[in-house]
Every structure is written in C-alpha cells, then in structure tokens.
C-alpha cells in the first residue's frame, strides 16, 4: 500500500548557528498542482519517483519523467503538475550561509535540470525512513545529509539544458516506451528502434548519447538490470532463471554475470539484502 504525503518539517529552532539546514523533506503520493509566482524562501529540490511531471521556471517548460528532478534556487518563481495521472515526488528544501558557497564549489549555484542514469547513488525515501526515526533536535544529522546529499548530486548527477533536452526527450520518446513496452524481448535491437524513429542507427546512437550520456545498448541494459532488481524483491517465488527470461536475457547465465558486474552481487545476494 503507497503511503500518503509524508512531509517532515526538519527546521531546528536554532537554525540560524547551522552553517547549513534541512527545512523539510518529503514524498508526496499523488503530487497537486503548485503555482509559486514569488517562488520557494530556500533552496528547493523536487525529483519525479513515479510518473511524470512538467515545471516551469525561468521561461522554461521541462518535462520530469522518473530519472530527473530540478534544484531551484530561493524566490525563482515556478510552477509544476503532473502530465501523467498519478505523479509521485520527492523533495527536499535546505539553506543556511553555507549552501550559496557550496553550491558554487560545486557549479550547481543556478536553477538547473538534471538527470542521472537508472539508478541515482542517492535515495530520498531512505534519508526520509532515516530521519523520521531520529530525534535531531538541533538538526546536525539533518545538515550533514544535505551536504552528502549535494556533493553526490554534483558528482553524479548531469545538469541539462533544458530546452534542447525537452526536445531529444520528445525524438526519443517513441524508442524509450518501446524499450520500456518490450523489455522482455531478447531481440529487441538497435535497427529496429532505429528504424521505428526513421533513423539511422548511427543517428539514434548520438541521440541517446546526447541525452543521457550513454549508447542505446547501455540504457536499455540498465533498464532491463533495474526490472530485475524489482522483480527479485517483489517476487519472491520466481526463480532467477524466469525473472532472466522476464527482462530480456536468452538464458540465466549470461543474467546472472552481467547482473554480477553492474552490483557486484549476484540475483540471490541481491534478493537477500531485500
């Protein structure tokens, strides 16, 4: 059963000795429309976790499928909503004297769009568990998390120009629900989706590595690891071999080693740590 909005207001009541605060997190279930003409008073950080979204700011309109998210800076007007039905976000909201000075050590001092790949190094519904079973009166622990959090954003996630990423994400669109539609076809290839596009495969290539910084190959690889890391934890009864068969691989060996070399633990290792 999905929980319903959970908010935790994380401002401390000394808040002003920190050098950096968490305000607030929070991962809200059925996300409602948000018009903010004289925008957020702290810096704020909204990632889609299902579904997708569209947000407007700075004369820009961004979609935000899962794999993206916004850092906006204070009082930058904006708006966002979902596209999709049911969108659920994560948010994060922090300031403090220090957060202008690390945002700039970091290139991250501007409202920016970013994406990561299938599987961010970072986990807002974790900090979130954590942190609501903490008694951070003073919020120290909330402040080191925002700073861990901040500098893995910098390292790992990739900021976008909006703009032209709106319009790769729209030529792509079509072989992206594709992959995501056919991901239990073993024979799903690179020709194929090419030619759905009307490209060549050379072309398509370029897109997907404009885009997300990876071939064709490699995205739907990480896609078809990030279902079966679903599947072994969601379906307990499966065995590796079916779940191989349910995400694309033609047997469970050649699973099983390529699922080893992107974790680093096997199918059964990874079902345990669930």
Avoid: C
Wanted: no cysteine.
């Amino acid at each position: 059963m999905i929980r319903p909005h959970r908010r935790l207001q994380l401002t401390p009541f000394q808040e002003g000795s920190l050098p950096l605060f968490a305000e607030s997190i929070g991962h809200n279930t059925a996300q409602e429309p948000i018009n903010r003409p004289a925008g957020f008073p702290h810096y704020h950080w909204i990632e889609t976790a299902v579904g997708e979204g569209r947000i407007r700011f700075e004369g820009r309109t961004l979609a935000l499928p899962p794999g993206s998210g916004v850092l906006l800076m204070p009082h930058i007007p904006h708006s966002y909503e979902s596209t999709s039905g049911l969108w659920q976000t994560m948010y994060l909201t922090f300031d403090g004297p220090l957060a202008p000075v690390l945002l700039r050590s970091l290139d991250m001092d501007r409202s920016a769009y970013y994406r990561w790949e299938a599987d961010k190094p970072w986990r807002l519904e974790a900090l979130l568990e954590k942190l609501e079973q903490t008694e951070d009166v003073f919020g120290l622990q909330a402040s080191s998390e925002v700073y861990s959090f901040l500098v893995t954003l910098g390292k790992y996630g990739k900021p976008q120009s909006g703009g032209a990423f709106s319009l790769l994400l729209e030529q792509l669109r079509p072989a992206l629900q594709a992959m995501d539609a056919e991901l239990a076809d073993p024979a799903l290839g690179l020709e194929e989706l090419a030619e759905r596009l009307r490209l060549s495969s050379r072309r398509l290539s370029e897109l997907f590595r404009r885009a997300f910084g990876l071939s064709p190959y490699a995205y739907l690889l990480n896609l078809r690891i990030r279902k079966a890391k679903e599947l072994l934890v969601g379906q307990p009864e499966s065995t590796v071999a079916a779940i191989a068969t349910q995400v694309g691989f033609r047997d469970a060996s050649h699973f099983v080693a390529t699922f080893r070399k992107r974790t680093g633990l096997t199918p059964l290792q990874y079902r345990r740590l669930g």
